[in-house]
């Protein structure tokens, strides 16, 4: 299981919420990806990285909600597509070098996938793929509970390209992505690891969770008002390619 938890790795998880959260994501494949470099037992990881994803991105959800940003027709058919996905990803058995390595590219990918030039507003409406875009879902949410993610991080540029709808809108899509597969990808991975390593992993993560918290309340709030949106997606995109490039190697 996890020891006591170093200042260091607790430091790197309340960068990880307080730019992840900033931009509209929850951290889950890095906070994977920092425990795997830590030595943690790999089958024990998904179990802390949605839980600390889940920390993040619900305020962010309950805010957009609240706001009246939320698309919740259009977001119904991501989120109802992808969470079943996410649950049968948690249930799924995987090989400890199939999983770091599946980590590793999601790492790199989503580092790719920070890059993409987000629009405030789109003109001429939503693009021709754009009504396609539910049969991403599935796939994402597979994958989401199969190493621990939350999947969104992959939705949000695909939604962006095809215009699917304004840049707010879109973000609150997927915070609520990320954070219905989180919930049921840790419903997965609780049916196959037993309730009792999840109890453990998370009583001695307790640190972890504490830092997510603060982090994600930082970045939700006052992150943006330091640095511009651009900027803060380049230092979470690099944050996130050095930690996959290492887990790869």
């Known amino acids: ?100 390595t599946l980590l590793g590219i999601s790492l790199v990918l989503t580092s790719c996938a920070m890059l993409i030039p987000v629009r405030e507003a789109h003109e001429g409406g939503a693009g021709r793929f754009a009504k396609a875009m539910p049969l991403l879902a599935a796939p994402l949410g597979y994958l989401a509970g199969l190493v621990g993610i939350g999947g969104g991080i992959f939705l949000a540029p695909f939604l962006h390209l095809t215009r699917w709808h304004g840049a707010r809108q879109i973000a609150a899509t997927a915070s609520l992505f990320i954070l219905v597969n989180s919930l049921f990808g840790l419903a997965g991975q609780l049916v196959k690891n037993g309730p ?17 918290v603060i982090g994600g309340q930082i970045g939700s709030l006052l992150a943006l008002r330091i640095l511009p949106v651009q900027w803060i997606r380049w230092l979470t995109a690099l944050l996130v390619l050095v930690v996959g490039v290492r887990l790869l190697i």
């Open 1 to 100: 299981m996890i020891g006591a938890v170093p200042a260091g790795l607790a430091l790197a998880f309340l960068l990880t919420a307080l730019l992840y959260a900033s931009v509209g994501f929850g951290g889950g494949s890095t906070y994977a990806a920092l425990l795997a470099l830590s030595g943690l037992d790999y089958r024990l990881l998904p179990l802390v990285a949605l839980a600390c994803n889940i920390v993040v991105v619900a305020g962010g959800s309950i805010r957009f909600a609240r706001a009246g940003i939320t698309p919740w027709r259009r977001a119904a058919w991501q989120v109802g597509l992808g969470a079943p996905a996410a649950f049968l990803g948690g249930l799924t058995p995987i090989k400890e070098t199939t999983f770091l």
């Open 196 to 212: 009792a390593a999840f109890g453990a992993a998370i009583s001695a993560s307790l640190p972890l969770l504490i830092a997510v």
